[in-house]
C-alpha cells in the first residue's frame, strides 16, 4: 500500500476531529447545534487536558515509519497487517517468606522503530498489568481500555495457584495484551513500550507515585462538577445497548454455570455407575458377562467424553462471557467521562452566553473544551466499532466452537456404543 504524507493524523485512528460536528453553540445567548469547528488550528495542536487536569495524549507517533504503522492498521483493523506481536505464556510459581505469587513470560516481535530491539522476553506478574491498564486510562481517557481478568477469588472456593485457574488467567492476559498491541492509539502508548520492554518496572512504578496526589482532585471531578442536560442520541444507544448487552449476557452466564454444575454432579453417578455393571459381569457366566461388560465400557468412555465438553465449558465458553461484562463496565466508565466533559462544556457555553449578553468578554477555554467533547466523540465512536467488529468475530467463533464439541461429543457416544454392541445410554 503506498501512502503520501498525510496533512495530520486523528487520535482515534480513525476520523479527523474537524470532521466531527459540534454538539452545541451559542448565538445570542441560546444553545444552538453548532455545524463545524473554528479551523484556526486542529485538536493536536492544541494542549488539552480533562476537568480533572489529566492530560489527554493526542500527539502522533514520534518516526515517519510509526505513522506509516498506524495507517496500515487503520486501513486493516482485521489484523492482516501488523507490526507488533505479543504473547503471554510460561507462567512460574514463585515463593518467597513474604508473599507466594505467579509471574508470566511475556513475549514480544516488533519491527517498530519505537523498540530498540527487535525481540524482548520479560517476566510480570498480574500487578504488573493491573498498573499497565491504570497508566492506559491515565494517559488515554478517551479510549476504552480493554479489562484484565478480575484480581480477587473467593478462598476456599477457587484455588489461584491451581493449574486450571493459572491457565485461564494466562489466557486472559494474553487476550489483554493482544487487543492493546492491535489498538491504533493504545499501542503506541510509552507505558506500554515499557511494559513490554523493561526488565524491571520498580523505578517506573515509582514515578507514578505522584498520582496518588490527584486523587481528591479526580474524585472531586466525577462526583462534583456538572450535570449533563441530555445525552446525545448516538451515546444514549450505546448507553442502552450496554444496559440490555449486561443482563443477557448474566443470564446466560448463570444458565450455563448451572449446566456445569449439573454435568458436574451427572459425571459423579456416572462414574459410580459403571463399575457396578463391571462388578456384575464377573460374578456372570460368558453368555452375560460381554454385554455386561460393554456396558461398564460404553459408561466409562461416555463419563471421559462428558468430562471433556464440561471443561470446554468452564474453560473456554465462561471467560469470554466474564470477559464483556468487564467489557461492558469499561465502556461504561468512558461514556461517563464522555458525559463530564460535555456537561462541562455545556455550562461554560451558557455562561460565555450571559457574558456576551453583559457585553463581556468571552472565555477563551470555551473552544478547548469543545475540543474535549470532540476529541472524546471521535475516539469512543471510533473504539465502538472496533469493540463490535471484535465482539462479533469473538462470539462467533466462541459459539461455532462450542457447537463443534458438543456435536463431536455425541457423536463420541454414539462410536463408543456402537463398538461395544450395546443399546446406547
Request: proline share 5%; net charge negative.
Amino acid at each position: 500500500m503506498s501512502v503520501g504524507t498525510p496533512k495530520s493524523l486523528p487520535t482515534s485512528g480513525q476520523k479527523s476531529i474537524n470532521d466531527i460536528s459540534h454538539p452545541l453553540s451559542y448565538e445570542e445567548g441560546v444553545l444552538t447545534p453548532s455545524p463545524e469547528l473554528p479551523n484556526t488550528s486542529s485538536i493536536g495542536e492544541k494542549d488539552l487536558s480533562l476537568p480533572n487536569g489529566t492530560p489527554v495524549d493526542t500527539s502522533s507517533p514520534a518516526s515517519s515509519s510509526s505513522l506509516l504503522n498506524r495507517l496500515q492498521l487503520d486501513d486493516d483493523l482485521d489484523g492482516e497487517t501488523r507490526d507488533l506481536f505479543v504473547t503471554v505464556d510460561d507462567p512460574k510459581k514463585h515463593v518467597s517468606t513474604m508473599e507466594t505469587y505467579i509471574t508470566y513470560r511475556v513475549n514480544t516481535k516488533t519491527t517498530r522503530a519505537e523498540f530498540d530491539l527487535p525481540e524482548y522476553s520479560v517476566r510480570r506478574r498480574y500487578q504488573d498489568f493491573d498498573w499497565l491498564r491504570n497508566k492506559l486510562e491515565e494517559t488515554q481517557p478517551t479510549h476504552l481500555i480493554p479489562p484484565l481478568p478480575e484480581k480477587f477469588v473467593v478462598k476456599g472456593v477457587v484455588d489461584r495457584f491451581s493449574e486450571e485457574f493459572v491457565e485461564t488467567r494466562r489466557k486472559a492476559l494474553d487476550k489483554f495484551l493482544k487487543r492493546i498491541a492491535d489498538h491504533p492509539v493504545l499501542s503506541f502508548n510509552d507505558h506500554f513500550n515499557v511494559f513490554l520492554s523493561a526488565k524491571d518496572l520498580s523505578s517506573y512504578k515509582k514515578q507514578g507515585l505522584a498520582l496518588l496526589s490527584k486523587m481528591g482532585e479526580s474524585v472531586k471531578y466525577v462526583t462534583g462538577g456538572y450535570k449533563l442536560r441530555c445525552r446525545p442520541v448516538e451515546f444514549a444507544a450505546m448507553g442502552e445497548y450496554l444496559d440490555t448487552f449486561v443482563l443477557k449476557l448474566g443470564t446466560i452466564d448463570r444458565i450455563a454455570q448451572r449446566i456445569i454444575k449439573e454435568q458436574a454432579e451427572y459425571l459423579v453417578e456416572l462414574r459410580e455407575y459403571g463399575p457396578i455393571y463391571l462388578s456384575w459381569a464377573n460374578a456372570e457366566d460368558d453368555e452375560l458377562q460381554k454385554p455386561l461388560e460393554g456396558v461398564a465400557g460404553c459408561v466409562s468412555s461416555c463419563s471421559t467424553a462428558l468430562e471433556e465438553l464440561t471443561e470446554d465449558m468452564s474453560e473456554d465458553f465462561l471467560p469470554v462471557l466474564r470477559e464483556y461484562v468487564l467489557y461492558i463496565e469499561s465502556m461504561k466508565n468512558v461514556l461517563k467521562k464522555r458525559d463530564q466533559v460535555q456537561a462541562e462544556y455545556e455550562a461554560k457555553l451558557e455562561a460565555a452566553a450571559l457574558k456576551r449578553e453583559e457585553r463581556q468578554a468571552v472565555p477563551t477555554d470555551v473552544e478547548k473544551c469543545q475540543d474535549r467533547v470532540e476529541c472524546f466523540n471521535a475516539d469512543l465512536k471510533a473504539d465502538w466499532d472496533r469493540w463490535q467488529n471484535n465482539k462479533r468475530q469473538d462470539f462467533r467463533q466462541l459459539l461455532i466452537g462450542m457447537a463443534d464439541k458438543n456435536i463431536q461429543y455425541y457423536e463420541k457416544s454414539k462410536i463408543l456404543t456402537a463398538k461395544e454392541n450395546v443399546t446406547p445410554l
